[in-house]
């Protein structure tokens, strides 16, 4: 499997030193668009073929690999079999939860997302949201999915000015993404996640890669990293609903197949490069 060369040259850097020197690497990835096909249901999310079998042989080849999702830990890993993975580490709701070796940690959610939680169903009647208009509860944020209505985008504009308004009142954050609305908790991001995550396990490489706009957080922690030395590559998971994702990326694959690509890729080169 041939590996695809980054864009820019800080990526090319960064791919470079991760495969001269893949046991101080970390490489981190989202979930939802990125291993796993973006679908109507988010409950029936899967991963793409040989993406855990990717990062299970890409585990036992470099320093560590994470997950870092909007889901919650233990969601992300039930749906995507990622305790397969050996040693993985998933940090859920933009890292406020984590799961490592079977075990969620958390704190408590903010009581903000309770008074979401209350509000929101009275708040879409009220608009009278389109039909196909549905909250997902993940437990310590709430979101509403526009991709089942008859316009998403539009249902989203009439939405968002009142979702707003609500996570203002509720002292949440909205965070906007592919056909979807989400309220969560402020100082919370995947960016924030990420770096402390590298500040905890010290990689000099580190590789991200994501498909939204909640992913741009982690895009500039790896730019940021890089002004500290550590070499940073920047993977999108392209789509067509979001181009600035693919816009900020060092490498731009072909969706959750193209990163199942990389995965193999990465793999072979660091063999190849190893002598394994």
Known sequence: MSLPRP??????????ALLNAPASALAAFDFDGTLAPIVDDPRTSAPYPGIVEGLADL??????????????AGTAVRLGELDRVPGITVLGHYGAERWVGGRVVAAPAPPGVELVREELPGLLDGLNAPEGT??????????????????????????????????????????????????????????????ALVAESGPRTVLYAGDDL???????????????????????????????VAEA??????GPAGLADLLRGLTDAVRGASGV
């Open 7 to 16: 864009g820019t040259d800080a990526g090319r850097t960064a791919l470079d």
């Open 59 to 72: 585990a036992g080849l470099i320093g560590s690999v994470a997950v870092v999702t909007g889901r919650p």
């Open 134 to 195: 549905w909250i997902e509860d993940k437990g310590r944020s709430l979101a509403v999915h526009t991709r089942r209505t008859a316009d998403p985008d539009g249902a989203l504009t009439l939405l968002t000015p009142a979702l707003s308004e609500l996570a203002r009142r509720a002292e949440l954050q909205v965070e906007p993404g592919r056909m979807v609305v989400e309220l969560r908790p402020q100082g919370v991001d995947k960016g924030a996640a990420l770096t």
């Open 214 to 244: 909640g992913d741009l957080p982690a895009f500039a922690a790896v730019a940021a990293l890089r002004d500290q030395g550590v070499a940073g590559l920047t993977v999108c998971s392209s789509s067509d609903e979001v181009a600035a």
């Open 249 to 254: 990326a060092d490498l731009v694959v072909p």
